[in-house]
Each structure stands twice: as structure tokens, then as C-alpha cells.
């Protein structure tokens, strides 16, 4: 880091309420920094998003006061593994059991990077039902970022006839889960949408990057998005010179503007719009699956109303904490 941890404190304290996400990279290289920034700063609550691989190398007296801990899974080990490197499932499996062994309490999020070797149903109720530990919350993330390889992929067919049709029986078994054990898993892509939906609200940017959740780069200016380094011209200012109450919001512009579900969506991802990395057909094909998620759900809100007349669930089962790390549109 460029910058003074005093100045950060600084920064932190204008903000009775802030949040501290340890974001990387892999935060977890730097665990002498995380030990004191949580030593000294004056935070209201942590937050780290990790691959899980160091997990068990920091002390329990620091691990079970995050509030949420986000770790990389992609479903059952061979798929895990064949994304992430040979030993990694059972490593990070081996950590998270650990992690609540040794009295962590908080939220522990398994997010997965889904592509096309990805079976999204199989992958969420594998990691839901884990013989080695059942993740109450799930989240996961298309890997659509095709860097100018999208003719050598078989991203749009696998879209279509796998991933779609994939959803919507994920959200008919989610609503059966509902009826047979009278809970709602935490599927974030599924549970932030659905509650809106109940309670009829509309939703800026779900991550909530460029509003509610700001990221300090290491040379101490403040971006709106973490994936968003070295975007100058979107700098919003600097720890040593803004106060968190002077950040700008920043809105979705492009074709967004317009579309008809973008109160349900927020936008999909700010960095994309500013961007722009795909054309039009490959923009059409990554806005079909929100799409569908949003139909879906909204065809399944009359058995979920019948489920809360029928008092088998609460909206207070849809209750969560915001912008935890998860993108919530997929």
C-alpha cells in the first residue's frame, strides 16, 4: 500500500457505519495488514472475500469476527478443481470446517465462477447438500468476460440449452425446498430479487459499486468498482482528501437506460457498461440469462405468496445483508 494506515483510519472514521471488505487479489497474502488494520481501525464490521486457501493460516480471534467470509468453490471437487488447480476442493473444504470448528459464526458464502463445464443446478444443490460441509449461502458469477474468444467458445448453445433451462428448475426446486422444510436457502441470485420482488421495490446496481460500496485502491483513491483499477478518468477521490459523504453516485448509462427490466437488474455490472467488451449479439446473449432469471422468479411468486399466507415461510426469511460481496445478478 502507497499509503499511511493513519490515513485510512481517518478516512474511516468520518463513517460511523463503514464496512472493511478484505478484497484482492488474495487478501490473505497480506495477513499481517489484516491483523492490524483490525487491531486499530475504527470499523464497524469486516468482511473478506478469499479463495480459501489460507484460511486456517490466520488466528481464529480474527476469523470469527468477520461477518462474512466469502470463499471460491465451483460445485463438486473434479469441477472445483479443473477451475482452480489440483487439491484445491478438499483444501478449502478442509479450511471452512476448520473455520467453524474453531467458533465462527458469521456468514460463510460459497462463490462460484460458473462457465460452460458448469451444470448450474448440479453445482448450487451439491454445494447446498456437501457431505464435507452444506453451504446455507450460495452465490455465483457467469464467466462472460470473453477477451475476444467468444467464436472459440460454446458459451451461446450452453447458454440456451443448459444454463436457462438450468435456472428455472433451480428456482422450482429453491421454492420446493420452501414447501418440504419450511426455510428459504440463501441463494443470493435468487433471495436479494425475490424479496424485491415481494415487497415490490426497485433496485439501483445490486453489487451497489458506485453508491454504497466504494473500493480504495492501494495508492489510496477511491474507485467505484474493485475490478476497476487504473480508471482514472472514474476516480471519485482520495482517503486523505474525501469524506465518504462526498462520493458521487455513479449511474448506468448505454443501453441499460431503457430496458425494461432494469429495476429488477440495476444494471448487471457498472464495469461492463462503462467498457462496453462485448458486441451486440454477445450483449443480447449475456442479457437473455437475466432475462430469464427475472421471468422465472416472477412466475414463481404466487406459490412463494401461498407459502407466506400459509405462514410455511416469512419475508423475514428473504432478509440478508446488502452489498456482501455478492453481484447478486449473475
Not at 129 to 152: E, G, K, M, R, T
Amino acid at each position: 500500500m502507497e499509503y499511511d494506515l493513519d490515513t485510512l483510519y481517518s478516512f474511516l472514521r468520518l463513517d460511523p457505519y463503514s464496512t472493511v471488505t478484505f478484497y484482492g487479489g488474495e487478501p490473505l497474502l497480506k495477513r499481517d495488514i489484516i491483523r492490524k488494520i483490525m487491531d486499530e481501525a475504527p470499523a464497524q464490521r469486516y468482511m473478506l472475500q478469499t479463495n480459501g486457501l489460507l484460511l486456517d493460516h490466520l488466528e481464529p480471534e480474527y476469523i470469527n469476527r468477520f461477518a462474512t467470509i466469502l470463499v471460491s468453490l465451483d460445485g463438486r471437487e473434479a469441477l472445483t478443481d479443473n477451475h482452480r488447480g489440483h487439491g484445491t476442493y478438499r483444501k478449502v473444504m478442509e479450511n471452512v470446517r476448520k473455520t467453524v470448528r474453531n467458533g465462527f459464526s458469521g456468514e460463510i458464502i460459497a462463490r462460484m465462477t460458473v462457465t460452460e463445464s458448469s451444470d448450474i443446478f448440479d453445482a448450487v444443490t451439491y454445494l447446498s447438500n456437501n457431505p464435507d460441509y452444506s453451504f446455507s449461502s450460495i452465490h455465483w458469477q457467469l464467466d462472460a468476460n470473453f477477451s475476444n474468444d467468444f467464436s472459440q467458445r460454446a458459451f451461446a448453445s450452453w447458454v440456451t440449452e443448459k444454463y436457462n433451462i438450468g435456472i428455472r428448475s433451480l428456482i422450482q426446486h429453491w421454492v420446493d425446498i420452501m414447501h418440504k422444510e419450511s426455510r428459504v436457502p440463501r441463494w443470493y441470485p435468487f433471495l436479494d430479487t425475490m424479496e424485491d420482488l415481494l415487497l415490490k421495490r426497485t433496485s439501483l446496481l445490486r453489487c451497489g459499486s458506485g453508491y454504497a460500496n466504494y473500493s480504495i485502491m492501494t495508492d489510496g483513491n477511491i474507485a467505484p468498482c474493485p475490478i476497476m483499477i487504473g480508471m482514472k478518468d472514474y476516480y471519485l477521490g482520495h482517503i486523505q482528501s474525501t469524506s465518504p459523504y462526498d462520493l458521487a453516485s455513479i449511474s448506468i448509462g448505454a443501453e441499460c437506460a431503457g430496458c425494461k427490466i432494469l429495476n429488477f437488474c440495476g444494471g448487471r455490472c457498472l464495469y461492463a457498461n462503462i467498457i462496453q467488451p462485448w458486441n451486440l449479439k454477445e450483449r443480447r446473449l449475456v442479457c437473455s440469462t437475466i432475462e430469464n432469471l427475472y421471468i422465472s422468479l416472477t412466475n414463481a411468486i404466487p406459490e412463494i405468496r401461498s407459502l407466506l399466507d400459509e405462514g410455511k415461510i416469512t419475508l423475514n426469511d428473504f432478509a440478508h445483508e446488502k452489498f456482501n460481496g455478492c453481484e447478486i445478478i449473475p
